[in-house]
């Protein structure tokens, strides 16, 4: 097909070959360089920039670009700001171009109707930024198999709980050290359940895929006689902030998985991003083994899913959410075949309708849902005696 040739556009209008990109950063210098990436490519043309949000949003509601690449920290008007007045008015795929000091805020960029996040090399700016070129290129040509309702959906969820509201921090007058109690020491945590006790989740997912994991958590209540262990396709440096925002933000215990950790109730354990994690039996309990052995997929949801299986049978719940690619067809099938449960996203609220499409397709899925209705599967697995 010829580059200006006539396409379907990814939100049912037309667009050229090429897609069609507004880059918003306040780097001139890093504004360049992500343009020159984006138009290596010979697919994206880069039809405007700009140096902070407001003269973003301008652009964006002339030019109507099909994907824009966003910093999140710019002067007149910051990321956030920008986010929550485009998806009101015009939802539009949004790539954060963020560094890695910012990690902690990458998460909440995507719970206000962002696509997904590149990670800046360094927060300086420098030659480094060419270093995303092969990353930034692949989540862009995203935008033509992209879902966008449940990216609006999402922004207009935090705009109604009123997250989008700042609210002030109080601090407490400082007390001198001499002043303070005796730290007590911690209490020792109680031997850990034997893994024929446990009720597993398994949750799997790529791009669009914090904001679900998290939807998914929040909707089941602490307490419950099971572990939930998520493969979420991300950088390392990343997945161990994911793991503690989550922590913060639910009443559940949610870590970042270590070498040897025994599975607990109640307990989320989030797969490092540069390993696989596996669960296997050491004596009664389950415990978690971590894989550095290179698949197909790193975090793969495959390993997981596949010695979940092994170890837990029927009591394993794999739920395949939105994500690019295709891992998970070979868990999915363990895990049905050790009469487990295996539930994925319909392309309804699936942000990328590929892995959880290719689960589906392997026949192995027993349940095509929601994500509000595998929120209550999920918990109706986890409360089951």
């Known amino acids: 097909m010829r580059r200006d040739q006539t396409l379907p556009g990814p939100f049912g209008g037309a667009t050229s070959g090429k897609i069609r990109a507004v880059v918003i950063e306040d780097s001139a210098y890093n504004r360049r360089a992500i343009t020159e990436i984006l138009e290596s490519s010979g697919d994206v043309e880069v039809v405007g920039r700009a140096s902070d949000g407001d003269d973003g949003l301008q652009q964006v509601f002339t030019l109507k670009p099909d994907v824009i690449c966003l910093d999140l920290e710019m002067p007149r008007m910051d990321g956030f700001t920008f986010l929550r007045i485009l998806m009101s008015r015009q939802p539009t795929p949004v790539i954060v171009v963020s560094s890695q000091a910012a990690r902690a805020t990458v998460f909440k960029a995507l719970e206000f109707g962002a696509l997904d996040f590149v990670a800046k090399p360094s927060p300086l700016i420098s030659a480094e930024i060419l270093k995303i070129r092969e ?199 363990a895990v049905a075949r050790a009469g487990g449960k295996v539930v994925a996203e319909a392309r309804e609220t699936a942000v990328v309708y590929g892995m959880p499409a290719a689960a589906v397709e392997t026949g192995h899925v027993q349940e095509v849902l929601p994500l509000g209705r595998i929120v209550e599967s999920a918990r109706a697995f986890l409360w089951r005696r």
Request: hydrophobic share 45%; charged share 15%; glycine share 10%.
């Open 135 to 333: 990353e930034l290129l692949a989540k862009v040509a995203l935008v033509r198999s992209l879902t966008l309702a449940p990216l609006k959906e999402r922004a207009a969820l935090r705009n109604l709980r009123g997250d989008s509201i700042p609210i002030p921090v109080l601090r407490a007058p400082a007390v001198p050290a001499s002043a303070l109690p005796p730290a007590q020491p911690a209490v020792p945590l109680p031997p850990p359940p034997a893994a024929d006790a446990l009720n597993v989740l398994c949750l799997g997912a790529s791009t669009g895929g914090p904001p679900a994991v998290q939807q998914i958590l929040q909707g089941i209540e602490t307490g419950f006689t099971g572990a939930i262990l998520v493969t979420q396709h991300m950088p390392g440096r990343f997945t161990k902030a994911f793991a503690q925002r989550l922590d913060r933000l639910l009443g559940h215990t949610v870590v970042e998985a270590e070498e040897g950790m025994p599975l607990r109730s109640g307990w989320v354990y989030v797969t490092p991003g540069e390993s696989s994690l596996g669960v296997f039996r050491e004596g009664a309990a389950a415990v978690v083994r971590l894989s550095s052995e290179a698949r197909r997929y790193v975090p793969s949801l495959d390993y997981m899913l596949s010695t979940a299986a092994a170890l837990f049978g029927k009591r394993v719940m794999a739920a395949v959410l939105t994500g690019m690619g295709n891992d998970g067809i070979e868990g999915v099938a």
